[in-house]
């Protein structure tokens, strides 16, 4: 059974949330604090997750969350609190659905365990300065979807996981892992080294994503909005591709963009 609030967690809440809302609104910093439905369930649901505390609010969702915790052997961790706790906890606005979850990060598996994961007909996406994290949250929700294993970026120029790209990624985060790099140029020599074609999404190229996928391992780069690849990473790339699109907008947002590329891919390559 969960645990009823009390005035003990409360303080302990209180305490936690003087700690977390110093970036309240902004979330700068990698969080422990995940919310929303699907992203705490999955969370929940992954035995790799260290998961210490999860608030629940609502009636309703306390039974679903009873049952998935069940499953790892972790109703100990549930504590029923009011809705207001759980704003007090998290960056001002957050969008929680009275739910939130403690949990330590996943650990980053590196390059080299992530092109073993992804074996001979993987899929792996690789993020240049890709920095909004909604965004980002986005493109890991469009890669688990795909059967991509592994979002790969730089370890700067690139947000942190904090709970809103936890949210926008909607349980992605447990099934594709997250890899952070120095050098982007490097890795994409390590992956072709490893067999990857490595295709760099490029509005201004005349050869379609469709035509410059191939079989075998692949890899999709995509760049900043606006920006787009940086030269060396764009040289970098085995080929570059477009989304044919009309010209009544600019371009595609870029999670929007990885999402049709990576369909396409997944089309394409199985043929």
Same mark, same amino acid.
């Given at each position: 059974?969960?645990? +009823?609030?009390n #005035? +003990?967690?409360?303080?302990?809440a209180? !305490?936690?949330?003087? &700690?977390?809302r110093?970036?309240?609104?902004?979330e700068?910093?990698p969080?422990?604090?995940?919310?929303g439905?699907? #992203?705490?369930l999955?969370?929940l649901?992954?035995?790799?997750?260290m998961?210490?505390?999860?608030?629940?609010a609502?009636?309703?969702?306390a039974?679903i969350v009873?049952?998935?915790?069940?499953?790892?052997?972790?109703?100990a961790?549930?504590?029923?609190?009011?809705?207001?706790?759980?704003?007090?906890?998290?960056?001002?606005?957050?969008?929680?659905?009275q739910?939130a *979850?403690?949990?330590r990060? *996943?650990?980053d598996p590196? *390059?080299?365990?992530a092109?073993d +994961? &992804?074996?001979?007909? !993987?899929?792996?996406?690789?993020?240049d300065?890709?920095?909004?994290?909604? @965004?980002? !949250?986005?493109?890991i929700?469009?890669?688990a979807?795909?059967g991509?294993?592994?979002?790969?970026?730089?370890?700067r120029?690139?947000?942190?996981?904090?709970?809103?790209?936890?949210k926008?990624?909607?349980? !992605?985060?447990?099934?594709v892992?997250?890899?952070r790099?120095t050098?982007?140029?490097?890795s994409?020599?390590q992956l072709?080294? @490893?067999?990857?074609?490595?295709?760099?999404?490029d509005?201004? #190229?005349d050869?379609?994503?469709?035509?410059a996928t191939?079989?075998g391992p692949?890899?999709?780069?995509?760049? &900043?909005?606006?920006s787009?690849?940086?030269r060396l990473v764009?040289?970098?790339?085995?080929t *570059?591709?477009?989304?044919?699109?009309t010209?009544?907008?600019e371009?595609?947002?870029?999670?929007n963009? &990885?999402?049709v590329a990576?369909?396409?891919?997944?089309r394409?390559?199985?043929?």
């Open positions: 059974m969960a645990r +009823k609030h #005035s +003990k967690s409360r303080r302990r209180r !305490g936690d949330a003087r &700690a977390q110093a970036n309240a609104g902004t700068r910093a969080s422990p604090w995940l919310y439905i699907h #992203s705490v999955a969370a649901s992954n035995p790799d997750r998961c210490e505390r999860l608030l629940v609502d009636d309703d969702l039974e009873h049952a998935t915790a069940a499953q790892m052997e972790r109703t961790l549930i504590e029923r609190v009011g809705t207001e706790d759980i704003a007090e906890i998290l960056p001002f606005g957050a969008v929680h659905q739910i *979850l403690y949990a990060p *996943l650990e590196g *390059l080299d365990a092109i +994961k &992804a074996g001979p007909n !993987g899929r792996l996406v690789v993020l300065q890709v920095t909004d994290p909604h @965004n980002v !949250g986005a493109i929700r469009s890669a979807a795909f991509v294993t592994a979002v790969v970026m730089q370890d120029h690139a947000p942190p996981v904090t709970g809103v790209l936890a926008a990624a909607s349980g !992605g985060l447990e099934a892992d997250m890899v790099e050098n982007l140029s490097r994409l020599d072709k080294r @490893n067999n990857f074609w490595c295709i760099g999404l509005g201004t #190229s050869q379609t994503i469709a035509t191939v079989d692949t890899a999709l780069i995509l760049g &900043a909005e606006g787009g690849l940086r764009r040289e970098s790339c085995d *570059l591709a477009s989304i044919p699109q010209s009544s907008v371009s595609l947002n870029v999670s963009a &990885a999402a990576l369909y396409e891919i997944c394409t390559g199985s043929n």
